[in-house]
């Protein structure tokens, strides 16, 4: 078998009939990392233990004990999440040296489960961007043709995983970033509904918004992380105690009597040709499968954008006053001039360690939350979220599935965008609304453009309705049967 493309399932059970060692197989992907990252730059930091773990692993199951569902498997986790003694960047200068005492709710689920952490991912800084352009270590390259972006926040994660440098990885959603880097690297990407995953120890961009989830090759294996990352964190009080189901042990491939909805506002005349062809074979692929297809109405989406920018921006504002260079993290060089008050000790250090990107979301959530408009714009973006929820509620009555495509085009060419952010936040417009509404999403590859770059396809369930997502992705993948892989694994 093929270490690199093969899948968790196909990987955790080799290693546990020890067809393969979890030692052989993360010696593997650490090649591929050797070979890959100089070039595609999808990891900030390695874990030198990785092989120590593998080792562990091994020796378990030589005794015969039970080590978990993802048994030996190598996977990658995004730098927005803690591992302790593992330096934890959040990709941004301010937190360039930050190595945490404990590591998130969701690490340690993951290395319950038997993984193996091969290291920390690169992503936009502090996840806010599309394209991986903002990170203090450099920007992130596509394997699938490398001079165009793998997408964002969760951009290092999708190459990775793309790239054969990971047999998963663990992403972070705000708005899209884990949906929209999978559309981009032909993966499948979940982003849970929020309140399924504990977000301790996940550095906070937006609170209300932020959800972890994987990326991987196939929708099977996203169900088997879900189920070891899923359930309630008393160390996280918006988690559910809703109970996490064997979710890939009930994939359903009919899908009779099931109604998938159809947005018309998500297929309106910005879409592009080969997006809309995409979608269009994965959306006969449902209806083969029993499917029945009806046209709803959200039309409110064209407000998602606006509602999302206000509310990340202030809840970011908030989030990141506690980067201030007194505690941890960057501080600026006051040896020479020392600073003359308090202002200008956090101005200064503030100013060093945070990028551009960064800032001027702050800017934009201080100003929203600012006395005198803080009703017009934040508490206005409030009300109108309501009411695009309650418009998804109502969708929901008339369907158990929402179909659209992830984005309105295949991934750009890196430098194309990150001069204007306004066409950079439009990237989001399909993807924003699943955070702002709480509904669980996923990314399912879809097909490619005349350019070969990958097409993904969106489907979006009711809360805690993720059965469904599994269901008609793995009926996308198997009707679908795409076999291209980039150059990088040829």
Known sequence: MNVLTSSLRQLSDAIRKKDLSSVEVTERFMGQIEKWNPKINAYITLNEKALDQAKAVDARLAKGENVGPLAGVPVAIKDMLC????????????????????????????????????????????????????????????????????????????????????????????????????????????????????????????????????????????ALIMESICGRDPRDSTTSAEAVPAWSKQINKSLKGIKVGLPKEYFSSQLGTDTRAAVERAIEAVKRAGAETVEISLPLTEMAVPIYYLVCTSEASSNLARYDGVRFGHRADFSKKPAEDLAEFYCRTRGEGFGTEVKRRIILGTYALSSGYYDAYYKKAGQVRRLLRQQFLDAFKQCQLLMSPVTTSPAFKIGDRISDP?????????????????????????????????????????????????????????????????????
Request: aromatic share 8%; hydrophobic share 40%; proline share 5%.
């Open 83 to 222: 591992t302790k003694g593992l330096r934890t960047t959040a990709a941004s200068k301010i937190l360039h040296n930050f190595v945490p005492p404990y590591s998130a709710t969701v690490v340690e689920r993951l290395e319950g489960a038997g993984a193996i952490n091969l290291g920390k991912t690169n992503l936009d800084e502090f996840a806010m961007g599309s394209s991986t352009e903002t990170s203090a270590f450099g920007l992130s390259r596509n394997p699938w043709n490398i001079d165009y972006v793998p997408g964002g926040s969760s951009g290092g994660s999708a190459a990775a995983v793309a790239g054969g440098m990971a047999a998963a990885a663990i992403g972070t959603d705000t708005g899209g970033s884990i949906r929209q880097p999978a559309g981009f690297c032909s993966l499948v990407g979940v982003k849970p509904t929020y309140g399924r995953v504990s977000r301790y120890g996940i550095v906070a961009f937006a609170s209300s918004l932020d959800q972890a989830g994987p990326m991987t090759r196939t929708v099977e294996d996203s």
């Open 422 to 490: 306004l066409a950079m936040y439009l990237n989001d417009i399909y993807t924003t609304s699943a955070n702002l509404v709480g509904i669980p999403g996923m990314s399912v590859p879809a097909g490619f453009s005349k350019d070969g770059l990958p097409i993904g396809v969106q489907l979006l369930a009711s809360h805690f309705q993720e059965q469904h997502l599994f269901n008609a992705g793995s009926v996308i993948e198997e009707t679908l049967a795409l076999k291209e892989l980039p150059h990088v694994l040829q």
